[in-house]
């Protein structure tokens, strides 16, 4: 298997409006393509991030919830590296997202920290 990269992260959202706004308004992804399907009462937002292809945002009526804490088996987090993990971690805080304390991971020396989207998706910032 000759696999190149990640191409793209699909995530379900119970609010749509709210996580466009979390994704693109506070994270500060580009909105690629916003299409509503008709046939399944549902939204698809295609996101970039520095112009790249990353995450498709999906709507869809009454998804069930993500069990998560304890963690669960399936995905775990989402990650995005940043430059300054303190500054970027402000900056959420001032948005109002919870964040939690600053970390520095034990094997690579470089900070980390955990916040959550609208539905309680881990994502985590990591330090360059």
Do not use: W
Not at 20 to 29: A, R, S, T
Not at 58 to 63: E, G, R
Not at 68 to 75: D, I, T, Y
Not at 99 to 128: H, N, Q
Request: proline share 6%.
């Amino acid at each position: 298997m000759a696999l190149n990269k990640i191409h793209h992260i699909a995530i379900i959202c119970s609010d749509y409006q709210k996580s466009k706004h979390f994704y693109v308004d506070i994270l500060g992804l580009e909105i690629l393509s916003e299409v509503f399907r008709e046939a399944r009462q549902s939204y698809k937002l295609d996101l970039a991030l520095n112009g790249e292809y990353i995450i498709e945002l999906f709507s869809f009526p009454d998804p069930p919830k993500r069990p998560s804490r304890p963690e669960a088996q399936g995905l775990r987090h989402l990650a995005f590296e940043v430059d300054d993990v303190s500054h970027e971690s402000k900056r959420l805080s001032d948005q109002g997202i919870s964040v939690e304390p600053i970390r520095t991971d034990e094997f690579t020396g470089r900070k980390f920290t955990f916040f959550a989207d609208p539905d309680g998706l881990p994502l985590e910032l990591y330090e360059k």
